[in-house]
């Protein structure tokens, strides 16, 4: 890599910790409804204002050594892993997007926006077990309208296949959208009900179906049925180790969900692969079917 690139990436990755700080901001105000502007940054123990230079991404917290500087009381250790977590999205996209695909810095924002949307839903899941509308409707209006300004987009996610030949670019990019979130959305809202069936309780929370409604807009229904089946493997992953120290057994779902849909984005020609194989199989054998009952 030339030293050019290096310190581009170094920039990226630079800016994924700025906008981690932000998002901070955004996973502990939303929540208590706090405007996202306005006040500044306060320390939650003493109400003082934290300074500039006490305010770097991950230095500060490391130079402070966790601790506020007047009060002295703990910051949460959630601060430095949410800046690290978004720089290194940031740069992982980065260099998937642009370097390896070639794709344009439009693009790129548009991932981008879908994963710090998930950063926000993920992070405020873990603390509180809810998923805020703040988080999804933003999301599911955010992931049509980036459709349209954003062409291309659901063409990357193969999701135009089997939908959407209408011939306007806008139209079938505007409909990708809509229709990946009503699979994405409608799959996981279907496992809740069979859950509900099952196990005689609350499955699945509706915050995870609008979560997953909003993954579906952003990536198109491939890679939202690719991220619906890749969540539940990261959930044993992580879920039986957590079962079994008992800390608790409700686990919350949004952040698997969210690293699913990263791993997608990621990975997305292997799994769009996938899905197509599969679908292919199922058609053949359906028409099949339909075929020899005609005959
Ligand atoms: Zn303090």
């Given at each position: 890599m030339s030293l050019q690139g290096a310190l581009i990436q170094v920039w990226i990755f630079a800016l994924g910790l700025i906008i981690g700080s932000f998002l901070n901001v955004c996973i502990y105000r939303i929540p208590k409804k706090i405007?996202?502007?306005?006040?500044?940054s306060i320390c939650i123990h003493c109400n003082k204002r934290i300074v500039w230079y006490d305010n770097i991404p991950v230095l500060s917290y490391l130079f402070l050594k966790g601790?506020?500087?007047?009060?002295n009381n703990k910051i949460s250790v959630r601060y430095p892993i949410v800046e690290t977590i978004t720089g290194i999205v940031f740069l992982f996209l980065f260099h998937n997007?642009?370097?390896?695909?070639?794709?344009s810095l439009f693009t790129y924002s548009f991932y981008i926006i879908l994963c710090c949307l998930l950063i926000i839903g993920s992070f405020i899941d873990l603390k509180l077990r809810i998923i805020p509308n703040e988080v999804t409707y933003n999301g599911l209006i955010l992931a049509p309208i980036a459709s349209l300004l954003c062409t291309g987009i659901h063409e990357f996610n193969g999701s135009l296949k089997y939908f959407?030949?209408?011939?306007n670019q806008w139209a079938n990019s505007f409909l990708a959208s809509l229709i990946g979130i009503f699979i994405a959305g409608g799959l996981i809202f279907l496992c809740g009900v069979i859950g509900k069936i099952v196990l005689?309780?609350?499955?699945?929370g509706f915050g995870d179906v609008k979560l997953m409604g909003v993954i579906g807009g952003f990536l198109g229904w491939k890679l939202a049925v690719a991220t619906f089946f890749v969540a539940p493997f990261l959930g044993l992953l992580f879920g039986i180790p957590k079962l079994i120290l008992k800390?608790?057994?409700?686990?919350?779902y949004g952040p698997f969900l969210s690293l699913a849909a990263f791993i997608c984005i990621l990975f997305k020609d292997f799994f769009i692969k996938i899905i197509d194989n599969y679908l292919d199989v199922y058609l053949n054998v359906f028409f099949l079917f339909v075929n020899t009952l005609c005959l």
């Open positions: 405007s996202l502007l306005w006040p500044a601790k506020c500087r007047h009060c997007i642009i370097i390896v695909n070639g794709y959407g030949n209408s011939g005689k309780k609350d499955a699945m800390k608790g057994h409700v686990i919350p």
